[in-house]
């Protein structure tokens, strides 16, 4: 048994993937998780006033994000993944000039909409995705206050308090692609298999297992809903919703399952739903959820044998050991995540779209590369090629939604994925440029990235696509 050491600073699988609502992990399902915690910590307080900033990204593009709405469901203790996202959505408008909300802890407090507010100027050094929280008990004239950073994938941090660190005893640890590909020689076996090794010893073999098959289906159905989806988008863009046209103009025309057409409706159809403020998995974000779901979709059903007979309806294709494919392929595109959310970023305020769409596609080219038996080189020669060709990708949502560009952009970058991973197999694994090389890149380009494309909707399409 292995001594107890720090993952150094890796997340573990469960959170990179974590179940949560629409339509962002930074802008929703983080502020959602800040204003729990700071609900959490009020326990025992007679709390009779709230107010809260959302700072800097989460001011400029929070409305469209839903970000108050996530404040104001946190601190009622709503989960995002258990939640039923008709719950959260909407109620901060419907608060006006002040209604009862009861707080995680029991407490009713009353809050106005005008209690939750939006700084777009106010930037603090910790993180582009800052919230002020304020509360008073009783008469108090100070109020307690604390800062909570959403940090990207949906994982927040509190000013003033070190991030959890996991400290568990854990046979592999590893910081970087290289030293990744060490331990694979090593132990002679796959990234997978390491990775396996390293979560089963903090959740344990059957957690672990549920846990992915939890998340799997999760993904899976959230395809399959936004597969039937047709109509417009919310928020006031009017952006229409593709994917269940799409879908029905392929099976019309008899379009092969292997057609890149159903790749990409399945991308659409997970970012159409995640914008619609439904439930979603980040994969490793909100805004780049549609990536792995597509890739890993596509190829359960082109490789696998259909259950359930009948015509083919996205939902029930099961290749043979389904579970054994999914495990891992999701363990391989999880170490890459974790490398990126490490030694770079998986936010887009922080990085830009490189760091999302960029990431999720450097994930699903490592696990569809290694469901196609590539080695561990060749793994990581696939999520290098997918995310080079993503540098200097920025974010600039057009009206602070998760709309456009995002929804498309994850249909190419499932493309992309999955051509870089084939391109990838039919070399040895031998390459010039190292994944740690391009993760180090895509850190220092996102640092030199003007802060108008890192999704603050001040600049790109944002500001020359007209909307009113
Ligand atoms: S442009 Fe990319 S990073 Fe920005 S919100 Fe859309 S998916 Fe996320």
Request: charged residues 15%.
């Amino acid at each position: 048994m292995s001594a107890p050491v720090a993952v150094a600073g890796l997340r573990s699988v469960l959170d990179l993937f974590s179940i949560g609502i629409g339509p962002s992990s930074s802008h929703t399902v983080g502020p959602m998780r800040a204003a729990i915690a700071f609900a959490r910590s009020l326990r025992g307080l007679p709390v009779t006033r709230l107010e809260i900033e959302l700072l800097g990204s989460l001011g400029s593009t929070g409305v469209g994000h839903g970000t108050p709405d996530a404040v104001v469901a946190g601190l009622r203790g709503l989960d995002p993944g258990t939640c039923d996202p008709a719950e959260v959505h909407g109620v901060w408008a419907t608060l006006g000039d002040g209604s009862p909300i009861t707080l995680a802890t029991g407490t009713v407090v009353w809050l106005r909409t005008t209690d939750v507010r939006l700084c777009p100027g106010v930037r603090l050094p910790g993180h582009p995705n800052a919230l002020r929280m304020r509360a008073w008990p009783g008469d108090a004239q100070e109020p307690i206050e604390r800062i909570y950073y959403s940090v990207g994938g949906g994982a927040i941090v509190e000013e003033g308090v070190a991030p959890a660190v996991r400290t568990v005893s854990v046979p592999h640890p590893y910081a970087s692609a290289a030293e990744l590909l060490e331990l694979c020689a090593d132990q002679r076996c796959d990234i997978a298999e390491i990775v396996r090794r390293n979560e089963t010893a903090e959740h344990g073999a059957k957690a672990l297992e549920r846990g992915l098959a939890e998340r799997w289906i999760a993904m899976r159905d959230c395809l399959i809903a936004g597969l039937a989806g047709h109509g417009t988008l919310p928020r006031g863009l009017g952006t229409p919703r593709r994917a269940g046209a799409l879908a029905d103009s392929l099976r019309a025309d008899g379009v092969a399952l292997d057609a890149p057409e159903w790749l990409q409706a399945y991308a659409i159809a997970v970012n159409e739903e995640n914008a619609a403020g439904h439930r979603v998995v980040t994969a490793p974000t909100n805004g780049a959820a549609g990536i792995i779901p597509a890739v890993l979709h596509h190829h359960l059903t082109v490789s696998g044998e259909r259950v359930g007979g009948g015509q083919h309806s996205a939902g029930r294709t099961v290749a043979r050991d389904t579970a054994g494919i999914v495990r891992v392929f999701l363990l391989t595109a999880a170490s890459i995540g974790q490398l990126m959310a490490r030694n770079a970023s998986i936010s887009g305020a922080d990085i830009g779209c490189q760091g999302e769409v960029g990431s999720a596609a450097a994930m699903a080219a490592a696990g569809y590369c290694a469901v196609l038996g590539g080695s561990p080189a060749v793994v990581e020669n696939a999520a290098e090629i997918a995310l080079e060709h993503h540098l200097g990708l920025t974010c600039d949502p057009v009206a602070g939604l998760v709309q456009i560009p995002c929804i498309e952009r994850n249909a190419i970058a499932a493309g992309t994925a999955m051509a870089a991973a084939r391109l990838a197999l039919r070399g040895t694994g031998s390459h010039r440029v190292s994944l740690d090389v391009a993760i180090e890149t895509v850190r220092q380009t996102g640092h030199d990235m003007s802060h108008r494309y890192k999704e603050t909707s001040d600049g790109g399409l944002a500001v020359t696509v007209p909307y009113c």
